[in-house]
């Protein structure tokens, strides 16, 4: 019923062809610290190597409206998912020059994919039904993110790195093989192919000048910032207090696979209004994760704090990227797409060089408390969110 043609994808749609992309990303996901670990022994180089593949995915996502002056949408979701092809084979190669490669084409892919599917979705998606689309996508998002890093894990722990590396291949050329089926079109009466993007560094100005798509930025930079950060430091801390491997998979599936629970967080936002949620939400995942570095537990009861500091991040996913769906103005999508969806990228570069800074005199576990204070920051800000949204 779900891989049939169509003529206007709808969320269902968007939803499933984001789950199989994003189950390319999630098998390998809970491995990559593993090898990180392997390969670079220290929590404090791994952030540096996190820091500049963060400045580099960071200046690409402003490149890729210079690619769509030139190609169009379906070119560069198709490239972004070739790439992701290409980064778990060089992993493979389980030396440190080609893994940091990967990890750079890896989120160059996602730059690419997440551009191009975003522009999609405000295109083919009503603004009225974002509340209701978001959340169903989380939730299939979620069954990637369940199954994906524990069967990631128990592959690689059971026959080693070459069978989770030709799944996320796999799984990645299936995304572009659906996209493809889909036949997303880009025309006149959805997304006129003749308009030539503006560039994102003439548009940060006219996006900073307005208050709400400012804020719209800082929230879900606090929840990315969560997610990038809960799939390194926490398995490194675990591995390195030696905590096993079937530890982190359970930490890392049990945490993700709460966005099965975004649908019901979506109609509580319909209900109450999504700006009680996101402030209650930021907070109780900033105080567990602070709570996790002071205590500095052992592996299990901190896999645990973290599974439920993600019970707020899961909420902010399903809520965390209404508030710019429902400011951007339609004439101005592309332009202030491109600038908002920085927030992946700098919640790659700027906590990692934060903690590499950090690590360098404290423990890893202060990781987690300046995790922590950012989420807290995220909250203050969610006050401003309009009382009616």
């Known amino acids: 019923m779900w891989l049939r043609v169509v003529d206007r994808p709808g969320a269902r749609e968007f939803a499933l062809l984001s789950a199989v992309e994003a189950f390319s990303r999630a098998v390998i996901a809970g491995v990559i610290p593993l090898e990180a670990n392997a390969l670079l022994r ?5 952030s540096l190597v996190y820091a500049v593949v963060g400045i580099v ?4 996502s402003f490149l890729v409206p210079l690619l769509l002056l030139r190609l169009r949408r379906k070119w560069i979701f198709s490239a972004g998912t070739l790439s992701m092809v290409l980064a778990p084979l060089l992993m493979l190669l389980s030396e440190v020059l080609p893994f940091v490669t990967a990890l750079q084409v890896r989120s160059l892919a996602v730059v690419c994919v997440n551009i191009a599917l975003n522009l999609y979705i405000l295109d083919y998606i009503r603004r009225r039904d974002f509340v209701a689309s978001e959340p169903l996508r989380l939730a299939f998002l979620g069954i990637s993110w369940f199954i ?8 690689y722990t059971s026959f080693g790195l070459l069978p989770v590396c030709l799944l996320s291949a796999a799984f990645a050329l299936f995304a572009f093989g659906y996209f493809w089926y889909l036949r997303i079109v880009e025309n006149p009466t959805v997304a006129p192919a003749q308009k030539s993007p503006p560039m994102p560094w003439r548009n940060i100005r006219r996006y900073l000048s307005q208050p709400r798509l400012r804020l719209a930025w800082i929230i879900p930079f606090g929840r990315s910032t969560f997610w990038t ?6 398995p490194l801390y675990i591995i390195q207090n030696g905590g096993s491997d079937a530890i982190v998979a359970i930490m890392l599936s049990g945490g993700q696979g709460l966005l099965f629970c975004a649908p019901l967080v979506g109609r509580l936002g319909q209900r ?3 700006r009680r949620i996101i402030i209650a939400a930021a907070v109780m995942t900033g105080v567990i994760s602070i709570a996790a570095g002071l205590l500095q537990p052992g592996p299990l009861l901190l896999a645990g704090l973290f599974v439920l500091a993600a019970v707020g991040a899961m909420a902010l996913d399903a809520l965390g990227n209404i508030p ?8 101005e999508r592309s332009e202030m797409t491109s600038v908002f969806r920085t927030y992946i990228e700098a919640s790659q570069l700027l906590p990692a060089a934060a903690y590499a800074v950090v690590l360098s005199v404290a423990p890893l576990s202060s990781v987690f408390v300046v995790l922590g204070l950012l989420l807290l920051v995220s909250a203050w800000y969610a006050r401003y969110l309009p009382k009616a949204l």
Do not use: M, S
Request: proline share 9%; net charge positive.
């Open 42 to 46: 220290d929590a404090q180089p791994i």
């Open 57 to 60: 995915a960071f200046t690409t």
């Open 148 to 155: 994906g890093p524990a069967l990631g894990i128990f592959l």
């Open 229 to 234: 950060t809960f799939f390194v430091y926490p």
């Open 272 to 274: 109450h209004g999504i």
């Open 324 to 331: 710019f769906l429902r400011a951007v103005r339609h004439y």
